[in-house]
């Protein structure tokens, strides 16, 4: 039967490094068999907790200051998770949050392999958003406390035992295989090996996320998280039909969607929009993913779950008179008039 191990990682800042919690949920013959938790301090240096992360997680510094840190911890972490194969919501990243922490603690990287719940909810579940607690509910797990590193564990894993029983899949590789995947692997490196790209790009801003640094402002602390999977901007189509409610807009995408940054952005473009990475004075349009409601708009301001610093960005600009017109992915979706995925892995 089906057996594995689902992580999930909370994080203080915008650096991946910054493990504030780690949940982890052992299945064994797609069941529950172990869990763990932990509450984390974050490595020395990357400890500052951004405003916008204690927003979502509700994790602060007071709650960690008798954790342990990421370093001292990981030994006992990585003991739990054995040789097992490691099942994440978009794994890229939790896998990242190891990667990365390893690397600033002055720790060797061991070698682990993994696998993604978001790109097999995007292969087998015909969803408007792939987010967590979507993708959950479809496999029929009712996340209660998103953002909790157990919860949210439980629930990657309840996608990929799920997904398994109806693919009759009687293991990891073999669920895998018939999804035309592969495990994914973090190769082992001794500590003085070449760094990643995300902690390279960090130590470019030495003390940035530093919890003694105070030099910087808390609205100013960078969020280097999302940022490689942003993708080009394809030219807007000027052909497009000009009454199209898409056509003319500068738009920018925030957050998880139910298909890949890069194919949404192609989307929009191919109805007259012009794409961007980042919110400017000419954007008119932001289109928000990770299974946000047309109703948790009217409040966005105020809502926990909008607070990342595209959203922040919005907030600035339209105090400052900028009109900035804010769609939910499946207002998206309907303005392509598709149900979406027909699903690629990002």
């Known amino acids: 039967m089906i057996d594995f191990t689902a992580i999930d990682f909370e994080t203080a ?9 780690i949940g982890a949920v052992k299945i064994r013959n797609g069941a529950i068999a172990e869990t763990h938790y932990s509450l984390l301090q974050p490595p020395a ?3 500052r907790f951004d405003p916008r992360n204690m927003a979502i997680h509700r994790i602060t510094p007071a709650d960690v200051a008798t954790a342990p840190s990421f370093g001292e911890h990981f030994e006992t972490l990585h003991q739990f998770l054995g040789d097992d194969v490691l099942v994440a919501h978009n794994a890229g990243f939790d896998i990242g949050v190891i990667e990365s922490g390893l690397e600033v603690s002055q720790l060797p990287i061991p070698h682990m392999e993994f696998a993604c719940s978001l790109t097999l909810s995007r292969k087998h579940y015909q969803l408007a958003s792939h987010a967590l607690p979507s993708a959950a509910a479809e496999a029929g797990f ?18 990929v035992v799920d997904i398994a029983a109806r693919r009759e899949a009687q293991s990891i ?13 973090l190769v082992a490196r001794a500590v003085g090996a070449e760094l990643s790209r995300p902690t390279r790009h960090a130590l470019t801003m030495p003390g940035m996320f ?8 808390a609205d100013e602390l960078p969020d280097l998280i999302r940022w490689p999977n942003e993708g080009s901007n394809p030219p807007a189509n000027e052909l497009a039909d000009s009454k199209h409610p898409l056509f003319g807009h500068h738009v920018v995408f925030t957050g998880l969607l139910g298909i890949s940054r890069q194919e949404a952005k192609q989307k929009a ?3 007259g929009a012009q794409t ?8 008119t349009m932001v289109i928000i ?20 610093r595209k959203m922040q960005e919005v907030v600035r600009r339209r105090a400052q008179g900028q009109d900035i017109v804010l769609v939910t992915e499946p207002e998206f979706l309907g303005m392509l008039n598709e149900n979406w995925p027909h699903a690629t892995a990002m």
């Open 289 to 308: 993913g990770d299974g946000t409601r047309p109703e948790e708009l009217a409040d966005f301001e105020h809502n926990p779950r909008l607070q990342q």
């Open 13 to 21: 800042n915008g650096f991946r490094g910054s493990a504030c919690a």
């Open 45 to 47: 240096g990357y400890d």
């Open 173 to 185: 590789d073999e669920l895998l295989d018939t999804s035309a995947m592969q495990r994914r692997v």
């Open 276 to 283: 961007q990475s980042r919110i400017g004075s000419t954007t």
């Open 142 to 159: 009712v996340l209660k406390n998103h953002h909790n590193a157990l919860e949210d564990a439980k629930a990657a894993a309840a996608i």
């Open 210 to 217: 530093d919890a003694t640094n105070h030099r910087v402002a």
């Open 269 to 271: 473009a191919a109805y």
